[in-house]
C-alpha cells in the first residue's frame, strides 16, 4: 500500500492563493487517477477536483471551477492543487486520494488517502 504526503497548506487572506502538493510513495504514480477533497467542521468530506493518469484529462467541483487548478508531475510523483481567490468558505482541511478508474467524485471510491493539510482563508 503507497502513502500519501499533502503539504502546503495554512492561513491565508481571502482573495489570495495557495498551492498544495501531494507526494506519492510505494505505489506506481502514473498508474492512478488522483484526487483533492476537502472537509470543513461539522461537515461530510467533498469532491473538490480530480486529474487523470497521464494528467490530460481533469474535473473540478462546481464551487472551485475557475479558481482551483489540478496538475500533476508523474516523474516527480507529485499531484498539485493551485488555488486562487480564496474565500472564507474555502476553509477546510485538504486531502489528496487515489484510486485506478477516472471519473468518480465519490470520496468512497477512493481507497488510499493522505493525512490532510489545513487551509484557513480569513475574511
Known amino acids: 500500500q503507497g502513502q500519501l504526503v499533502e503539504s502546503g497548506g495554512g492561513l491565508v487572506q481571502a482573495g489570495g492563493s495557495l498551492r498544495l502538493s501531494c507526494t506519492n510513495s510505494?505505489?506506481?504514480?502514473?498508474?492512478?487517477?488522483m484526487g483533492w477533497f476537502r472537509q470543513a467542521p461539522g461537515k461530510e468530506r467533498e469532491f473538490v477536483a480530480a486529474?487523470?493518469?497521464?494528467?490530460?484529462?481533469?474535473y473540478y467541483a462546481d464551487s472551485v471551477k475557475g479558481r482551483f487548478t489540478i496538475s500533476r508531475d508523474n516523474a516527480k510523483n507529485t499531484v498539485y492543487l493551485q488555488m486562487n481567490s480564496l474565500k472564507s468558505e474555502d476553509t477546510a482541511v485538504y486531502y489528496c486520494?487515489?484510486?485506478?478508474?477516472?471519473?468518480?467524485?465519490?470520496?468512497?471510491?477512493?481507497?488510499?488517502w493522505g493525512q490532510g493539510t489545513q487551509v484557513t482563508v480569513s475574511s
Open positions: 486529474i487523470s493518469r497521464g494528467g490530460d484529462s481533469t
Open positions: 510505494g505505489r506506481t504514480f502514473s498508474n492512478y487517477v
Open positions: 486520494a487515489a484510486r485506478r478508474e477516472y471519473g468518480s467524485t465519490d470520496p468512497a471510491g477512493f481507497g488510499s
